[in-house]
């Protein structure tokens, strides 16, 4: 009897500190706990539990008085020496409570729904406020890992500042970084553990694993429980794919959010800004680089043409090259014989560019060492072949005239190895042309060649050339062609040298007509005085 006596005096002084809360500027925890207390009092219980959550799952928010009550509750549920009342949004957990409930005064339950939503607005505005706040940290932190992120140009201390960024920024225990090769995702590096080395981007798994958080199909990352992937992405092309897993907290790993998707959304597009300027500050030094080894073959290539035409008598002669790249696939020469002779050469390499360069070279070297060792002939050029055969790919050949001439008396012996005709050009104006007397070097391992002579007379010029100016298109795909060649020269024959070779280049320059030179063009011009 002293119980319920004292119970309805507690209940009492409980009632009027409720209504004295409602009409203060008191928070609705404050209300609500002292609603509990007088259900407690109402009920004569050990204690009484709130719980607040969606339907159907509970979370504990509030507890007066003991007992042993349960973090999370079902709204289908009730545990074992308990009971339950649903009141507004909340349910209420009464531990061993000595008196019915069924007559719950009406106005408590009113004050406890009024109670309970008013602390889920509190809750609801302190979550939004959290994630205002939240917002704008995630902001200034993303700020931040831009810049750190841009400042590299760097590929490799990219990849691993993205990843790390990505970690820490999602509180995630793993991660991978993916970049694209092809169609597939490449593992590039890791963070925490290991993952698969290659993702295939055509996989219909791969549009799962950008929607979903959790794929118990996929051991991407194993050991993880939650993954969250996001591609990454530049002008709609894929650079590479972003993992991290199970974000840590202080009640251990969990699940990533829409807001954590959406900040790595943000990283990654980041990341796609500064893979793609690293990508292409690479390809930048790249091409510097190449562009410097290019510069230095052309002056290699250029030191293997002659820099000073011999002064004979009896000859004049001289030689103009323009590749059609920085290096180029033309070669000639003009070297010392025995007796008093010299070698005129004109060869041309199939292709253009450094390949072509890189054969121009084996044949200066292999014909400088080969005229060093025996007379120019059918066997050097047979021995020249056989060493291009054995040097070069199947699909590279060689064609060259080479001709040993006599300044003293004109004798002229040639060779020609599938090269075009040379043009000797008459004084009294005919035209003879020096044909093929073999294959291209290079084509063949057992190659046979023909030696021919001729006799040059005072007045006559001699002309070695390469296709590159026969080959001159013009826009309408017209060819300058032979006939061209040999009436300028037959129109030049009694001007210097370097006037023929000025008025040759302009005359194929202008049949060009601004079209990019299409192949490398070679003259060598000798006359007998």
């Known amino acids: 009897m002293t119980r319920t ?34 259900l407690r009092l109402a ?9 607040i959550g969606d339907q159907p799952r509970f979370e504990r928010e509030h507890v007066v008085g003991s007992g042993d009550f349960p973090e999370l509750v079902e709204s289908t549920e009730t545990p074992e020496g308990f009971e339950a009342i649903v009141v507004g949004d909340g349910v209420m ?17 009113v004050a406890l729904a009024a109670g ?14 959290f994630e205002v ?105 894929p650079l590479g794919l972003l993992l991290v897993a199970d974000k840590e907290s202080r009640r251990g790993v969990g699940p990533f959010g829409p807001s954590d998707r959406r900040s790595l959304g943000m ?26 080894e290019a510069q230095l073959a052309a002056e290699i290539q250029r030191r293997l043409l002659p820099d000073t035409l011999p002064k004979l008598d009896g000859l004049e002669l001289t030689g103009w090259n323009r590749p059609a790249r920085q290096v180029g696939g033309d070669y000639y020469d003009l070297l010392p014989l025995a007796g008093g002779c010299f070698a005129a050469v004109v060869a041309d390499v199939t292709g253009k560019g450094m390949p072509a360069a890189l054969m121009v070279s084996t044949i ?33 050949f060689i064609t060259l005239l080479i001709a040993s001439i006599d300044p003293g008396s004109g004798e002229v012996s040639y060779l020609n190895a599938g090269h075009n005709p040379g043009l000797l050009i008459r004084g009294s104006g005919g035209v003879e042309e020096l044909p093929t007397g073999g294959m291209p070097l290079g084509l063949f391992q057992g190659g046979e060649y023909e030696a021919r002579s001729l006799a040059m007379e005072p007045g006559d010029l001699l002309c070695f050339y390469s296709d590159g100016i026969t080959e001159c298109q013009a826009p309408d795909e017209e060819e300058f062609g032979d006939k061209r060649l040999k009436d300028l020269l037959r129109e030049l024959a009694i001007d210097p040298l370097d006037k ?30």
Request: one cysteine or more.
């Open 364 to 396: 200066h070297s292999a014909l400088r060492l080969l005229l060093d060792r025996e007379p120019l002939g059918p066997e050097l050029v047979a021995r020249l072949n056989h060493h291009v055969f054995d040097s070069s790919a199947p699909n590279k």
């Open 500 to 529: 023929v070779v000025a008025a040759v280049d302009h005359a194929v320059t202008d049949f060009a007509a601004g079209l990019p030179q299409g192949d490398d063009q070679t003259l060598v011009l000798l006359r007998k005085t």
């Open 133 to 237: 706040n939240y917002r704008g940290v995630e902001l200034e932190a993303l700020y931040d890992v831009g810049l750190a992120i841009a400042r590299t140009l760097n590929l490799e201390e990219l990849s691993e500042e993205i990843l790390l960024r990505a970690v820490s920024l999602l509180d995630a225990r793993l991660g991978a970084l993916y970049l694209t090769r092809g169609d597939c995702y490449v593992l590039d590096r890791t963070f925490g553990g290991d993952a698969r080395a290659q993702i295939d981007a055509a996989d219909p798994q791969m549009k799962a694993l950008l929607e979903r958080e959790r794929l118990d199909d996929q051991d991407l990352i194993p050991g993880a429980e939650h993954l969250l992937a996001v591609p990454i992405e530049a002008d709609g092309k």
């Open 116 to 129: 309970v939503r008013s602390l889920r607005l509190e809750k609801r505005l302190k979550r939004q406020r």
């Open 5 to 38: 006596v004292a119970s309805a005096s507690e209940a009492s002084r409980a009632w009027n500190e409720i209504l004295e809360l409602a009409g203060s500027d008191e928070t609705g925890r404050v209300l609500v706990e002292r609603l509990l207390e007088l």
């Open 267 to 292: 990283l990654a597009n980041q990341a796609a800004i500064a893979l793609e300027n690293a990508h292409l500050h690479r390809q930048a030094l790249e091409k510097e680089r190449l562009e410097r």
């Open 93 to 109: 957990l009464i531990d061993s409570p000595r008196r019915s409930l069924d007559d719950l005064e009406h106005g408590l339950r």
């Open 43 to 51: 009920a004569d219980a050990v204690g009484v539990a709130l719980y």
